[in-house]
């Protein structure tokens, strides 16, 4: 495992599960989803449970975080992280894609999230909230924009990729 520290953020739907397993897999690092963090089955844990569980992450050597988390919780894993990832998709993308997500889980019958309602009710909050989401991430982020790669396509998100691919080094 490598000692690198990468955090993955936007919006629901904008990728940031797949990109961080993709750097998980490029680098043999553990991808931690914060969803897992904040939450568990009884609902969002308490602060210092949350806290606890983030320096648990930091104190690894290498580590992908992914979330669209803007608390205060979040920002010792920002100065931690050498790249910051925003995935600022546009919204139709995020939407297609929260579809497409939550119909394969149906169909799989392993939906966390089971119903048409709660995907209704999941799309219109996304709507409601995205620039206010988007605002609210520019604001966090702006202290590490030397860190952090602002992917608002495809094309700039594959440069994203290559950029962080491991340069193979001629033999001797």
């Known amino acids: 495992m490598c000692a690198l520290k990468i955090h993955v953020i936007g919006l629901a739907g904008s990728g940031k599960t797949t990109l961080a397993c993709w750097i998980g897999e490029m680098f043999a690092l553990p991808v931690r989803d914060l969803d897992f963090v904040v939450y568990n089955a009884a609902g969002e844990r308490p602060f210092a449970e949350i806290n606890a569980r983030i320096d648990a992450i930091r104190a690894l050597p290498g580590w992908v975080t992914e979330g669209a988390y803007h608390d205060a919780w979040l920002r010792p894993l920002l100065d ?3 790249h910051i990832a925003w995935l600022d998709l546009p919204l139709r993308v995020c939407i297609t894609r929260i579809i497409k997500r939550h119909l394969a889980a149906e169909l799989a019958r392993n939906n966390m999230h089971p119903g048409w309602r709660k995907l209704a009710s999941f799309i219109d909050y996304t709507r409601r909230t995205a620039n206010s989401q988007r605002a609210e991430t520019q604001v966090l982020l702006s202290s590490y924009s030397g860190k952090t790669t602002h992917c608002r396509s495809s094309s700039e998100l594959a440069t994203f990729k ?11």
């Open 80 to 82: 931690d992280a050498e």
């Open 162 to 172: 290559q950029c962080l691919k491991p340069t193979e080094r001629p033999r001797d």
